[in-house]
Every structure is written in structure tokens, then in C-alpha cells.
């Protein structure tokens, strides 16, 4: 299997624990908790800011002096309703105790001390539409540039319906070129609807110094280093991803590949 492809460690608890060490990068952390109802887990961010993301299920949720109370409303994230999600500053305690069964993404990247715990949503959070015939997917943005409540982190949510394409046409951020692009490390997590399905996503460099074409399961993680990404659902399954995203630049700027820039700039004109 693929180095880029990573399955869940175990069934329950902490399932993964992606840091910059494990991932040979420099930038984004991705864990991701599944817990039973009443079980509670608890962190400090240390050097990295947060940002939780509750997948499916209810918590009750503290961070730092902050109580949220219970947080919570989709019990499957195929509801595609905005999701609960609090941001949490560097050197700062947080706490989730669980009241159904749920999951609970951790979402980490370097810390420059700027902004403070915050409730990221749903509030705030508009569910859009993206691309157009089997290129259309639906996005939650849960922590994208357009909103100023993070240094390093950018989060978002993907729907993508059976048998379409997504993070499509190609496209990549893998230099740190602003405005014409900029470099950001992504972690992909996926789910399939129903559960026994399966998608695949590509990871590639132009010149094919890295060309990895993954099967992906319900559950599953996709590193992201470098070069384009794009991913496809087979008819009768559809697919979720949260993606994490950050750099030395809180930018998100791509550049497609130039073997099908077409399809975007057609896009475009057609409206």
C-alpha cells in the first residue's frame, strides 16, 4: 500500500495521529477520535493551534476557561448539515466528553498566537455548490481564507455525489510562489455512503516523479505532499472528505494541470 494512503489503527479511541514527523512534512497534523458514548478525551495544544471538527455525534465540549456545553446535531455526516467546530489557540487545554457515539477530527498546524478559542459553526457556515455535471460537489467551509479566525489552518468539508469527480480538474499547491501559488501540505479524510464502498484518488507530479493511484475505503486518510490530487466516487456510492490544509502562507492558491487547465477555463465561460 501506498505510504500516502493510511488506514485507521484501530476501531475505537484515538484511530489516527498524523504529525509532521510521521508525516515527513513540515506543516499539518490530522487526528481523528472515534468514541462511545460517555468516553472523554482531553489535550493541550502545545505549539499548535486546533481546530475540532465534530464528524458525526454529540460532545459535550471544553476548551481553555470555555464550556460549550453539548455540541452536536448530524449523527451521520451524509446529513451534509454545517458541522460543529471550535477553534483552539496554541498552549491551551480542551476537553470532549462524548453523550452519543461520535467522532471528532483534531485539526493542528503551527501557531502564531493571534487568535483566540472561537466557535467556528455550523453558525457561519454555508453549504455550496462547486463545478458543474459530474464534476459537482457540495462544500462546507469550515476554516477557509475568506474567514480570519486562524494563522496557519485551513478546513473545509466535501461532498461529492455518486459517480462524480472531485478536487477536480487537477490542481496543485506544492510551491511557495504567492500569489501565483502557494504551498500547502493536505490531508484527506474519507467516507463513503454506504459504507462498504469504496473511491479512488491520485496523487501525481507532472513529471510522474510521484504517481500514486489509491483505492480508498470508508474511514480512510490520503497524505497530500506535493502535486495534483484529484478523487472519483463509482455510481451507487457517494463520498465525503474533510481536508486540512496549511503552509508558510494562509493562502489557498493552485495551479491546474496543464494537461486538462482546459476543462476549468471551459468552465468558466460557460458560466
Not at 490542481?171 to 493536505?186: F, K, S
Request: proline share 6%; net charge negative.
Amino acid at each position: 500500500m501506498s505510504k500516502l494512503h493510511i488506514k485507521p489503527s484501530s476501531q475505537r479511541g484515538k484511530v489516527f495521529d498524523v504529525t509532521p514527523k510521521s508525516a515527513n512534512w513540515s506543516y499539518v497534523g490530522f487526528g481523528l477520535y472515534k468514541l462511545n458514548a460517555g468516553e472523554k478525551v482531553s489535550e493541550n495544544t502545545q505549539s499548535t493551534e486546533v481546530i475540532l471538527v465534530l464528524i458525526e455525534g454529540k460532545v459535550n465540549l471544553q476548551a481553555g476557561t470555555q464550556d460549550f456545553g453539548e455540541m452536536g446535531e448530524r449523527i451521520s455526516v451524509f446529513e451534509k448539515t454545517p458541522p460543529y467546530a471550535v477553534y483552539v489557540p496554541s498552549k491551551t487545554d480542551w476537553s470532549a466528553t462524548a453523550t452519543t457515539d461520535c467522532i471528532l477530527a483534531v485539526c493542528t498546524a503551527p501557531d502564531t498566537g493571534a487568535y483566540p478559542i472561537t466557535k467556528l459553526g455550523p453558525e457561519g457556515i454555508e453549504t455550496s455548490k462547486r463545478g458543474k455535471g459530474a464534476n459537482t460537489r457540495y462544500i462546507n467551509n469550515i476554516a477557509m481564507e475568506d474567514r480570519d479566525v486562524a494563522s496557519s489552518l485551513l478546513v473545509t468539508e466535501v461532498f461529492t455525489p455518486a459517480g462524480n469527480w472531485s478536487s477536480y480538474p487537477s490542481h496543485r499547491h506544492d510551491v511557495d510562489d504567492y500569489p501565483n501559488i502557494t504551498y500547502l501540505e493536505e490531508t484527506y479524510y474519507h467516507r463513503l455512503n454506504p459504507g462498504q464502498g469504496f473511491g479512488f484518488q491520485r496523487v501525481y507530479t507532472e513529471d510522474c516523479d510521484l504517481d500514486e493511484s489509491m483505492a480508498v475505503k470508508d474511514g480512510d486518510v490520503v497524505l497530500v505532499p506535493k502535486g495534483h490530487h484529484p478523487c472519483a466516487t463509482p455510481y451507487g456510492y457517494e463520498m465525503y472528505y474533510l481536508n486540512v490544509m496549511a503552509g508558510p502562507l494562509r493562502k489557498w492558491c493552485f495551479i491546474n494541470d496543464p494537461d486538462h487547465g482546459w476543462i476549468y477555463q471551459r468552465d468558466l465561460k460557460e458560466g
